[in-house]
Each structure stands twice: as C-alpha cells, then as structure tokens.
T-cell receptor
Framework: SQKIEQNSEALNIQEGKTATLTCNYTNYSPAYLQWYRQDPGRGPVFLLLIRENEKEKRKERLKVTFDTTLKQSLFHITASQPADSATYLCASEGQAGTALIFGKGTTLSVSS | EAGVAQSPRYKIIEKRQSVAFWCNPISGHATLYWYQQILGQGPKLLIQFQNNGVVDDSQLPKDRFSAERLKGVDSTLKIQPAKLEDSAVYLC????????????FGQGTRLTVV
C-alpha cells in the first residue's frame, strides 16, 4: 500500500544552523508533495507545494526538493530560529488523486 | 479572509455516548475534509467531500462514525457510540479544489473519551 514516511521523529539544532527534514514515499508516485507546519494545539498550516516536474522550490528561508528517483523530498530551513520550533508534516495526494495523506511529522526544536 | 471554523474546541464524553462536531469551511471552497489526529501521529483522513457529495470515506468507521455536508457548505461529523480509542483531535480542512492545491485547517476539536 502507498506510504509516506518521515523517519525522524525529532530533530534538535542550534539557532542559525540549517535544519533538514526528510520525507520518503513508497509504492506510488505522487504528482506533488506538500509541507505543513503544526504548532501544539493548532491545525496544520500550509508552507510549500512542489510538483513532480520541479526539482526545487523556495520561499524566504524555506527550500523544498523533490527527487522522483530517490522517492524523497527534503525540507530545509536556513538560518533557523527558536520560532521555527514546531512539528513539520509532509503530505501528498494518494494514488488516483485521493485526498492528502500525511506522514507522522518531525518535531523540530531550535535552541538559542 | 475568515479561516475554517470548528466547534466545539474541546469535548469530554463517556464511552458509549454520542458526540457531534461542526465545521464551517472557507467560503467558496468546494472540497472539505475531516481528519483524525491521534497524539504523536499525522492526520488520518476520515472523509472527503466535493460540494455535498462524498469522494472518499474508505477509512471512516461507518459502524459508529457518520458525516454529512448539507448544501455543500457546513459539515458535521458524528460518533455514536464513542469508544476510548476515539480520543483524538478531529480536524476539518477545506480547499478550493480536490487536487494540487493547499488545504486550510481549522484549530480542531480535542475529544477525550473516558
């Protein structure tokens, strides 16, 4: 069955460093991937969408890549700040265009 | 623009009782989703509506869960009877289209079944 996995449950880094989060998918080929941020007690908030024909997408300090050969997306936050501390979720549509399926998320902690 | 509204924010019920959650999506959004999020996990789709029709309810436990979207706008999700394992956050989301577009989430309803 189709799976979307975020292997790291938690990532701890120091302020100013680059955080890199990984998302892998198996048994299907999504047309796009999305990344969301979720703070405690809140619903997820959309950050970026990258399509299968796009290698890379940027938004301010955020960068997402999509490697269809490795079946992987990487999410980077450069010059990280304590305010970036949150859980980051990777999502894609399921096979045959079904609704978004989510990974478990990676909780990022940025210390000052 | 107003976001996705959900109520109540919190609910505590005893097992075997029933409960209902309400969602008002962003105006003009044809697609509406209900997700269940258990602590420490990502959101799991329960049901997806396109206007007032069901697109996907394959993971909805239909023996106890039901959902409707009257007139293609507001939606309600009901659990009857509730089980302890239904304790979770129930998230409503909406989007302009079914595919290739971002989803906007409400704050969720935290359900505790005791």
């Amino acid at each position: 069955s189709q799976k979307i996995e975020q292997n790291s449950e938690a990532l701890n880094i120091q302020e100013g460093k680059t955080a890199t989060l990984t998302c892998n998918y198996t048994n299907y080929s999504p047309a796009y991937l999305q990344w969301y941020r979720q703070d405690p007690g809140r619903g997820p908030v959309f950050l970026l969408l990258i399509r299968e024909n796009e290698k890379e997408k940027r938004k301010e300090r955020l960068k997402v890549t999509f490697d269809t050969t490795l079946k992987q997306s990487l999410f980077h936050i450069t010059a990280s700040q304590p305010a970036d501390s949150a859980t980051y979720l990777c999502a894609s549509e399921g096979q045959a265009g079904t609704a978004l399926i989510f990974g478990k998320g990676t909780t990022l902690s940025v210390s000052s | 623009e107003a976001g996705v509204a959900q109520s109540p924010r919190y609910k505590i019920i005893e097992k075997r009782q029933s409960v209902a959650f309400w969602c008002n999506p962003i105006s003009g959004h044809a697609t509406l989703y209900w997700y269940q999020q258990i602590l420490g996990q990502g959101p799991k789709l329960l049901i997806q509506f396109q206007n007032n029709g069901v697109v996907d309810d394959s993971q909805l436990p239909k023996d106890r869960f039901s959902a409707e979207r009257l007139k293609g706008v507001d939606s309600t999700l009901k659990i009857q009877p509730a089980k302890l394992e239904d304790s979770a956050v129930y998230l409503c989301a909406s989007s302009l289209a079914r595919r290739n577009t971002e989803a906007f989430f409400g704050q969720g309803t935290r359900l505790t079944v005791v």
